[in-house]
């Protein structure tokens, strides 16, 4: 399994930006597809981006296209999380994961593919 580690979370006005952070660690980083989920208070984590094994292939949930932006440096072991035009509604724990896949191509949007979770990046939106 990878072990990771999220950064970058924080407390923002709406309309702000942050970059959030990845590391990775463990098994190279290059063997993963990976992704970003997300927890409100009191609901489901859920998937906002996620990315192949090479950033070749994205995928976004339809409430986040246009604002989020996924990538990732495997040379650096790194992904990253560029979230703009903050709003409210964003406010959650940010997760990141990583999914153990042998195709180059592969996007995982299933939760229950992904075997390795950091803990988590809070970020809050105010007014």
């Known amino acids: 399994q990878a072990q990771l580690a999220e950064s970058g979370g924080g407390s923002v006005q709406a309309g702000g930006s942050l970059r959030l952070s990845c590391a990775s660690s463990?098994?190279?980083?290059?063997?993963?597809?990976m992704g970003w989920f997300r927890q409100a208070p009191a609901k489901e984590r859920v998937l906002v981006a996620a990315?192949?094994?090479?950033?070749?292939?994205?995928r976004y949930a339809d409430t986040v296209k246009g604002r989020f932006s996924i990538s990732r440096d495997n040379a650096k072991s790194m992904m990253y999380l560029q979230i703009n035009n903050l709003t409210l509604e964003d406010t959650a724990i940010y997760y990141c994961?990583?999914?153990?896949?042998?195709?180059?191509?592969?996007?995982?949007?299933?939760?229950?593919?992904?075997?390795?979770w950091g803990q988590g990046t809070q970020v809050t939106v105010s007014s």
């Open positions: 994961a990583a999914d153990l896949v042998p195709y180059w191509d592969t996007v995982t949007t299933q939760y229950a593919r992904y075997d390795s």
């Open positions: 463990g098994r190279t980083m290059s063997s993963y597809a």
């Open positions: 990315i192949s094994r090479r950033g070749e292939n994205t």
